[in-house]
């Protein structure tokens, strides 16, 4: 006996169920064994991040036309996906695609902490905020 299958289209699958009564797509990809209860469909959804809610971003300039240097440093403190923290670390000539460096910490304050440090440490070397940021 040779088994004969009915081909649908992705559009048919997402209306009907397999009873043909209307299913949302989120219940196609829903595996109980695998699946939590938490919903990305879901409305209304609080922000699950405890850790920090704001990004903090620093944009450092200097400048000295006799030795022709146009230099930024740009300092950024957001959350990963993981729960640390990312200290993002951009630096080059001012026009010109520089080189980034991120570390990774395990609280905000620590890496506020390096943040501050590595802020303070450029300010001593003549940098200082950038036309149109507050600092």
């Known amino acids: 006996m040779r088994a004969r299958?009915?081909?649908?289209?992705?559009?048919?699958?997402?209306?009907?169920?397999?009873?043909?009564?209307?299913?949302?797509?989120?219940?196609?990809?829903?595996l109980d064994r695998i699946d939590s209860s938490n919903s990305l469909d879901r409305t209304g959804l609080v922000c699950d991040n405890h850790v920090m809610q704001e990004d903090y971003v620093t944009h450092l300039h200097r400048r000295d036309?006799?030795?022709?240097?146009?230099?930024?440093?740009?300092?950024?403190?957001?959350?990963?996906?993981?729960?640390?923290?990312?200290?993002?670390?951009?630096?080059?000539?001012?026009?010109?695609p520089g080189r980034m460096r991120i570390d990774l910490y395990a609280t905000a304050?620590?890496?506020?902490?390096?943040?501050?440090?590595?802020?303070?440490?450029?300010?001593?070397?003549?940098?200082s905020d950038a036309p149109g940021t507050a600092g």
């Open 65 to 96: 036309s006799n030795r022709n240097m146009a230099r930024f440093y740009r300092l950024s403190a957001t959350p990963s996906l993981f729960g640390d923290i990312c200290v993002v670390r951009e630096w080059g000539r001012i026009g010109r």
């Open 5 to 30: 299958f009915k081909v649908m289209t992705s559009c048919q699958c997402a209306k009907t169920s397999l009873r043909g009564l209307p299913q949302p797509i989120s219940d196609w990809n829903r």
């Open 109 to 127: 304050q620590d890496a506020q902490a390096a943040r501050l440090a590595l802020e303070h440490a450029k300010r001593r070397r003549g940098y």
